[in-house]
């Protein structure tokens, strides 16, 4: 038997509109989880941008307290010079993300 044989012309055209719409749910579903995938990895890149520069940031805050510090010692009369820290040992090179590219 043939479906034309068990079911009406308007029932036929009810199932393709049914499965046209089901395709159609489909695609919609994948292009929704690849655009929340899209928005998490860039969440993510966010946050670790975020953190970078606070790092940045902290440290650039340590390296003016030094200079402060060395300032009033030298005003002071005191001429010994403060150790720096590691962080504040660093270039500018070393504070900046490395092969990370703005998209």
């Known amino acids: 038997m043939k479906l034309a044989d068990l079911a009406t012309q ?19 579903a994948e ?3 690849n655009l929340v995938r899209g928005i998490e990895k860039a969440n ?3 946050e670790t941008k975020e953190q970078q520069f606070e790092g940045v940031l902290g440290t650039l805050q340590e390296i003016v307290a030094r200079r402060q ?3 009033g010692a030298t005003k002071s009369g005191n001429t010994s010079r ?6 504040a040992r660093r270039t500018a090179a070393d504070l900046l993300p490395r092969s990370t590219a703005w998209r």
């Open 10 to 28: 308007e029932q036929i055209v009810r199932l393709a509109a049914t499965v046209a719409t089901q395709g159609q749910v489909s695609a919609l």
């Open 31 to 33: 292009a929704l989880k």
């Open 44 to 46: 993510h890149l966010g």
């Open 69 to 71: 510090q060395a300032a």
């Open 82 to 87: 403060p150790t720096p820290s590691a962080a």
